[in-house]
């Protein structure tokens, strides 16, 4: 294991406890944008991610949700290193007090995701992805499910905040999805989700409209735990994008055509 990748794993341990302590005592919730939450948990939790990432790789870049927004590529730092930190990926789960929360740090370099570490506090469960060396949880090896067909599939989705207002709501999905498949959840931690791809407790994931901290670090456990990921049109899957479809590779196809199919009732 590299480096980076313990000390992400470390790291995203640490930030895991200040979530699971957060939820004990009261915290402060403020409005980013309709629907769109932060506490002070979310920025204790990057505050203590940004200090180590400082700590021990001065250099390098960092794109975290909390912060300053910056775009891909940008971010403080020079290294062509990035660390991509979602510090509580949840948030409405957490205000709500629904278990259902993780820490994201994924490590691109050269505009690749080469470390992805998604941290689920609640259940002390450690998702740990390097690209090219598979994916674990908690030290032993995961592999995606062996579903075939989308009718036996469960997948999972989630709604943009903005979704009033938004084009893109993903609903003309959601009910071509629902007769097509065994289930359908909206657990509300899109990189939760996507780790469950990675070991077989969903069969698949689709979403719009998300940001990278959201999909970069369990995208390459789907990928290094033998699934498929891509864009929704189907092209190569690029984290800096928003929507995203991960699956067991096995009813990948099958989920592309349900996402180009035509609207229910239009001809
Ligand atoms: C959100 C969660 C949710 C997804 C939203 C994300 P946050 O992240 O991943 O499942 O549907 O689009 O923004 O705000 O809790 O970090
Ligand atoms: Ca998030
Ligand atoms: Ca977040």
């Given at each position: 294991m590299h480096d980076h990748t313990r000390h992400a794993s470390e790291i995203a341990r640490e930030a895991g406890a200040i979530l699971r302590e957060g939820q004990r005592h009261p915290f402060a919730i403020d409005m980013k944008?309709?629907?769109?939450?932060?506490?002070?948990?979310?920025?204790?939790?990057e505050k203590l991610i940004l200090d180590r990432i400082r700590q021990n790789y001065p250099d390098d870049r960092i794109v975290a949700e909390e912060s300053a927004?910056?775009?891909?590529?940008?971010?403080?730092?020079?290294?062509?290193?990035?660390?991509?930190?979602?510090?509580?990926?949840g948030t409405n789960n957490f205000?709500?007090?629904?278990?259902?929360?993780?820490?994201?740090?994924?490590?691109?370099?050269?505009?690749?995701?080469?470390?992805g570490v998604v941290y689920d506090p609640l259940r002390d469960e450690m998702f740990v992805a390097e690209r090219g060396a598979g994916a674990t949880l908690n030290g032993k090896r995961i592999r995606v499910s062996d579903a075939s067909l989308l009718g036996d599939s469960i997948v999972a989705t989630g709604f943009p905040y903005d979704r009033s207002a938004a084009s893109e709501n993903?609903?003309?999905?959601?009910?071509?999805?629902?007769?097509?498949?065994?289930?359908?959840?909206?657990?509300?931690?899109?990189?939760?989700?996507?780790?469950?791809?990675a070991?077989?407790?969903?069969?698949?994931?689709?979403?719009?409209?998300?940001?990278?901290?959201d999909v970069a670090a369990g995208?390459?456990?789907?990928?290094?735990a033998g699934g498929a990921v891509s864009q929704t049109d189907g092209s190569d899957w690029d984290h800096s994008r928003g929507d995203i479809v991960?699956?067991?590779?096995?009813?990948?196809?099958?989920?592309?055509?349900v996402l180009r199919a035509p609207e229910l009732g239009v001809d």
């Open positions: 944008g309709n629907r769109d939450l932060v506490t002070s948990v979310d920025t204790a939790s927004p910056v775009a891909p590529g940008e971010g403080t730092g020079t290294c062509s290193r990035a660390w991509i930190v979602d510090p509580l990926d205000a709500h007090g629904y278990p259902f929360y993780c820490v994201a740090i994924a490590v691109e370099e050269a505009g690749e995701v080469v470390t993903n609903l003309g999905n959601l009910s071509r999805f629902i007769l097509s498949v065994r289930g359908i959840r909206r657990a509300g931690s899109a990189e939760l989700d996507l780790a469950y791809v070991c077989g407790r969903l069969d698949g994931f689709w979403e719009l409209g998300l940001k990278i901290w995208g390459l456990l789907v990928l290094e991960a699956s067991n590779g096995r009813v990948h196809d099958e989920m592309l055509a």
